[in-house]
């Protein structure tokens, strides 16, 4: 764990979420034996993005909303390093939203985590994508008049290969999805329902805590996809954490390009000048 | 030297594109130096649409207004064309019983043009041969009107259908109806001048290939695009090499996406490209500003088209020049160069590679629809002169050696810090977008903001002391002309300009017409367009009696900077932008009526350099 232990001081409001995230996947990490030299770790913009320098490992911190398209650029040059996105949902479901559609469509092999907390933290509490309709947020003291998008019923129908939900207050189940989606053939979403201590007063640790439940423990079928979207979409009574579904047939991205059949080298390693006498000749 | 042109036109889709492609390789092949150049609306079906190649025994790279030969697809371009003829010029159509209004039959006795119409479906029906080989059945005709042998053609088009017996056979017989229609029309004639050997062995190339080839040879492993006129021929010819070159292709799913997968991958350590056009790149414009807080070597190529909005999709513009020296926000370092011509279109892919990466900044090369698409009859690329520069740590020891604040250390010589690869054994770092300190942890004092923006700006002067001066071209042999502060050579006539309208002013410079006028003309082209060198103008503006912008846009962009970076206000202008590049024989008269308006040698001159010349 020192190895990717950073001396600079954590920014984030006491019960946030984010240190649950934090910790689960450094865990994580060590425990796949990735060393800090041997992934990109890349993050969006928000509150969830200040991580960036509070780890060792390569890391990234770029555009709000763009961090999909980066990461997925960065493996496809080097698919021998994992690379794992985190973004937040004001982003990924508002500005990023067509970036996450078309990275679960390509099948890029990366995790994204999505540190979900309900609203804008960063730029201090307005509504998010995710946001419950009528809640009062700080752009909206009547309530937000848009309806609320359902993120999972979204997701599902994009036809995920991994979907995992987590909670920042379950560390330990956290890590072991981290580990799975990390290890996952293609794109892995993983959900991770956190507290907003400072703006979020509708989904609280608190209640967060009272209504999750594992799906480990009442023998959940992660191959059966309708029973998977069903699980994730009906939060209303119970929320459902763990692996929700997993598919490891489907071939991803770059194992579906032609031209990199049988190739042992990487983009990367691969820079160098190219003849191209025989592609002239078609010009003479 | 001696100028042939035709001109085929018709309707979108009707195979203008086909015979003129048969052309132009058969011309090239039998020895002659061929220029193309596309015209055609924003459709993919319909519309008037033409392909023109201008051919020459000498070099050639420039389109003329008016053209020897027309050839009429539909009944269209009898309307719309037949004012494109010189004196003397041919008209080929197939429209039955077509009548000439009025004024077109003066004007076809006043320049004594002549007149054919081929019966070619009558011929097609009597070989059983689909509307299709009335292409090849043209193609030969005109082959015949230039007094070219038949056996080139037949070898050309040999080729192509090598594998389809049955079509061969028929093509061949097109072929020979063809030149037999000739037979019958023998007074129609264009005689070529003599064709050169050296013209034989090269390629036929668009700027888009060159700069595809260009990227390829540079080590470009992932190309990421969507698509955008004009830059789309450059992600559909690097996509149709990949089998060949096993690149990664990625058509994204906007222009952010498609700017962030390459940052991405630059990030990682290969080298990856996108392009765009004007719309496209103003949504990658945030991008660009990312990659100069993280110092990520990135490269767009920005294809020009007239804007503003969706503008001119299929046209050609220089006006986007100002767009990409001041796009995105905040302060940074950057260079902006423009292809020119089928030759730099694939020399300069390597440039802008290495300096991204050896200065850590984004390059921006320009083009332009005219040199995207159009046909340039290129030298072979001499492929053993390409270095790859990297100014990437990789040595094992020296890796070692690293702590996490040498990457962005803030004192580093010349702004630029090392730089090493995720997966390196190494320290690691965070490639932050805040503004941070030495290790890319987020630093918000005033002294490491200050150090850090000092930093990078700093690679803006490193850069700018390590480009070349702008190149200087004489007059005839457009050879480059040697200079030095101590030898400024005497001109009369300064031309200035940038990208595409190269290969015209060469040929207004190579012209006997000009030859014959006694001024010393010079044409000064700008490759490297921010950081600008402006040395060089400096002293040669001083020298020469008038000096003359030329560019395809309206303000003048090129002008606007050389007066912000050296207070020279060039005066005297030749601006165009009305989609259209610049035609050889309309440019020609503008500069001769600029000469004609220069005052005699003994006149007074003013040597201040910032000044307007006299109307």
């Known amino acids: 764990?020192?190895?990717?232990?950073?001396?600079?001081?954590?920014?984030?409001?006491?019960?946030?979420?984010?240190?649950?995230?934090?910790?689960?996947?450094?865990?994580?990490?060590?425990?796949?034996?990735?060393?800090?030299?041997?992934?990109?770790?890349?993050?969006?913009?928000?509150?969830?993005?200040?991580?960036?320098?509070?780890?060792?490992?390569y890391r990234f911190h770029g555009l709000h909303g763009r961090v999909l398209p980066f990461a997925a650029g960065a493996k496809l040059a080097n698919p021998k390093l994992p690379v794992i996105a985190f973004g937040g949902d004001?982003?990924?479901?508002?500005?990023?939203?067509?970036?996450?559609?078309?990275?679960?469509?390509?099948?890029?092999?990366?995790?994204?985590?999505?540190?979900?907390?309900?609203?804008?933290?960063?730029?201090?509490?307005?509504?998010s994508s995710l946001t419950p309709q009528n809640q009062q947020m700080n752009t909206a003291p009547n309530g937000i008049p848009e309806a609320t998008l359902n993120s999972m019923d979204f997701l599902f129908?994009?036809?995920?290969?991994?979907?995992?939900?987590?909670?920042?207050?379950?560390?330990?189940?956290?890590?072991?999805?981290?580990?799975?989606?990390?290890?996952?053939?293609?794109?892995?979403?993983?959900?991770?329902?956190?507290?907003?201590?400072?703006?979020?007063?509708?989904?609280?640790?608190?209640?967060?805590?009272?209504?999750?439940?594992?799906?480990?423990?009442?023998?959940?079928?992660?191959?059966?996809?309708?029973?998977?979207?069903?699980?994730?979409?009906?939060?209303?009574?119970?929320?459902?954490?763990?692996?929700?579904?997993?598919?490891?047939?489907?071939?991803?991205?770059?194992?579906?390009?032609?031209?990199?059949?049988?190739?042992t080298t990487t983009p990367v390693e691969e820079v160098e000048t190219f003849d191209i006498t025989k592609l002239m000749e078609e010009f003479v | 030297m001696s100028r042939i042109s035709l001109k085929i036109v018709g309707s979108s889709g009707q195979g203008i594109d086909s015979i003129g492609e048969i052309m132009?390789?058969?011309?090239?092949?039998?020895?002659?130096?061929?220029?193309?150049?596309?015209?055609?609306?924003?459709?993919?079906?319909?519309?008037?649409?033409?392909?023109?190649?201008?051919?020459?025994?000498?070099?050639?790279?420039?389109?003329?207004?008016?053209?020897?030969?027309?050839?009429?697809?539909?009944?269209?371009?009898?309307?719309?064309?037949?004012?494109?003829?010189?004196p003397g010029g041919i008209l080929i159509h197939s429209t039955p019983d077509w009548k000439f209004p009025k004024e077109h039959q003066k004007l076809i006795d006043r320049l004594s043009l002549q007149v054919i119409e081929l019966p070619i479906e009558t011929v097609l029906r009597k070989l059983g041969a689909k509307p299709i080989l009335g292409n090849v059945l043209l193609s030969a005709?005109?082959?015949?009107?230039?007094?070219?042998?038949?056996?080139?053609?037949?070898?050309?088009?040999?080729?192509?259908?090598?594998?389809?017996?049955?079509?061969?056979?028929?093509?061949?017989?097109?072929?020979?109806?063809?030149?037999?229609?000739?037979?019958?029309?023998?007074?129609?004639?264009?005689?070529?001048?003599?064709?050169?050997?050296?013209?034989?062995?090269?390629?036929?190339?668009?700027?888009?290939?060159?700069?595809?080839?260009?990227?390829?040879?540079?080590?470009m492993r992932l190309f990421a695009g969507y698509p955008m006129t004009p830059s789309s021929p450059l992600l559909n010819y690097v996509a149709s090499t990949q089998n060949d070159t096993g690149i990664v292709l990625k058509q994204a799913e906007d222009e952010i996406t498609a700017a962030q997968l390459v940052s991405g991958a630059m990030f990682m350590g290969t080298r990856a490209l996108t392009a765009t056009s004007g719309g496209g790149f103003d949504l990658m414009s945030e991008t660009l500003s990312m990659n100069a807080m993280i110092e990520n070597p990135t490269v767009f190529v920005l294809a020009q088209r007239p804007g503003p909005a969706t503008g001119?999709?299929?046209?050609?513009?220089?006006?986007?020049?100002?767009?990409?020296?001041?796009?995105?926000?905040?302060?940074?370092?950057?260079?902006?160069?423009?292809?020119?011509?089928?030759?730099?279109?694939?020399?300069?892919?390597?440039?802008?590679?290495?300096?991204?990466?050896e200065f850590q900044i984004s390059v921006i090369v320009l083009t332009d629809k005219q040199i995207a698409e159009a046909l340039y009859t290129q030298e072979p690329y001499e492929l053993k002169k390409t270095k790859i520069k990297r100014g990437l740590v990789t040595d094992p020891e020296k890796l070692k050696?690293?702590?996490?604040?040498?990457?962005?250390?803030?004192?580093?010589?010349?702004?630029?810090?090392?730089?090493?690869?995720?997966?390196?054994?190494?320290?690691?770092?965070?490639?932050?977008?805040?503004?941070?300190?030495?290790?890319?942890?987020?630093?918000?004092?005033?002294?490491?903001?200050?150090?850090?923006?000092?930093?990078?700006?700093?690679?803006?002067?490193?850069?700018?002391?390590?480009?070349?001066?702008?190149?200087?071209?004489?007059?005839?042999?457009?050879?480059?002309?040697?200079?030095?502060?101590?030898a400024v050579p005497e001109i009369d006539i300064l031309l200035v300009g940038w990208g595409s309208t190269k290969s015209v002013i060469f040929d207004v410079l190579r012209s006997s017409k000009l030859k014959a006028q006694s001024s010393k003309l010079a044409y000064l082209h700008f490759t490297h367009l921010w950081p600008l060198k402006t040395e060089k103008f400096i002293q040669l503006s001083k020298k020469a009696k008038k000096v003359i912008l030329i560019e395809g846009n309206y303000q003048g962009q090129l002008g606007i900077l050389l007066k912000q970076e050296t207070g020279i206000d060039i005066q005297e202008k030749i601006l165009k932008y009305d989609g259209r590049p610049f035609f050889y024989d309309e440019l020609l008269k503008a500069i001769q009526e600029k000469i004609e308006a220069l005052p005699t040698r003994s006149g007074s001159e003013d040597p201040s350099g910032s000044r307007t010349t006299n109307h």
């Open chain 1, 1 to 57: 764990m020192k190895d990717y232990h950073s001396e600079n001081r954590s920014t984030w409001c006491d019960g946030c979420g984010d240190y649950g995230i934090w910790a689960a996947i450094k865990q994580a990490l060590v425990e796949l034996k990735i060393p800090p030299t041997q992934t990109l770790l890349c993050y969006d913009v928000g509150c969830h993005g200040n991580m960036s320098d509070k780890l060792l490992g």
């Open chain 1, 90 to 127: 004001g982003a990924s479901f508002s500005e990023g939203i067509g970036h996450l559609v078309h990275a679960v469509r390509s099948h890029y092999p990366i995790v994204f985590v999505l540190h979900n907390n309900g609203n804008y933290g960063l730029t201090t509490g307005q509504a």
């Open chain 1, 157 to 263: 129908s994009l036809e995920p290969t991994f979907v995992a939900r987590g909670f920042s207050g379950d560390i330990k189940q956290l890590k072991e999805i981290l580990k799975a989606a990390i290890s996952h053939r293609g794109f892995a979403f993983v959900d991770v329902l956190q507290a907003c201590p400072t703006y979020n007063h509708f989904a609280t640790h608190t209640m967060l805590m009272q209504k999750c439940f594992k799906v480990e423990d009442e023998n959940h079928n992660a191959s059966d996809f309708a029973k998977a979207r069903k699980l994730a979409v009906d939060t209303s009574k119970r929320i459902a954490t763990g692996i929700l579904y997993r598919n490891e047939n489907v071939p991803n991205f770059i194992e579906r390009l032609v031209p990199r059949q049988g190739k």
């Open chain 2, 24 to 86: 132009a390789k058969a011309l090239k092949r039998s020895g002659y130096c061929v220029f193309g150049y596309r015209e055609y609306p924003s459709l993919i079906k319909g519309g008037h649409a033409s392909y023109q190649l201008d051919t020459s025994d000498e070099k050639i790279g420039s389109t003329e207004v008016n053209v020897n030969i027309v050839i009429a697809l539909n009944h269209h371009g009898l309307e719309h064309n037949l004012t494109d003829l010189k």
């Open chain 2, 141 to 219: 005709f005109i082959w015949s009107v230039l007094g070219q042998d038949i056996a080139g053609l037949k070898k050309m088009v040999g080729e192509k259908f090598a594998k389809k017996k049955d079509l061969l056979e028929l093509n061949m017989r097109c072929i020979e109806e063809g030149f037999a229609m000739h037979k019958e029309n023998a007074s129609f004639t264009v005689p070529m001048p003599k064709p050169q050997k050296k013209w034989q062995k090269q390629l036929l190339i668009t700027g888009s290939k060159a700069m595809g080839l260009g990227a390829v040879h540079a080590g």
């Open chain 2, 312 to 357: 001119l999709p299929t046209w050609t513009a220089q006006a986007d020049l100002l767009m990409a020296v001041h796009t995105a926000h905040g302060e940074f370092a950057r260079l902006v160069l423009s292809v020119s011509d089928s030759n730099d279109a694939f020399t300069l892919m390597n440039d802008a590679f290495n300096v991204a990466e």
């Open chain 2, 401 to 486: 050696k690293l702590r996490s604040s040498d990457r962005y250390a803030a004192n580093a010589k010349n702004g630029i810090s090392p730089r090493w690869l995720p997966g390196a054994d190494a320290a690691t770092y965070v490639a932050q977008g805040d503004e941070h300190s030495a290790d890319g942890s987020v630093d918000e004092t005033a002294s490491n903001a200050k150090a850090q923006l000092e930093k990078r700006m700093k690679k803006m002067e490193t850069l700018k002391a390590a480009l070349p001066e702008p190149e200087l071209y004489e007059a005839v042999s457009c050879e480059q002309l040697a200079m030095s502060n101590d």
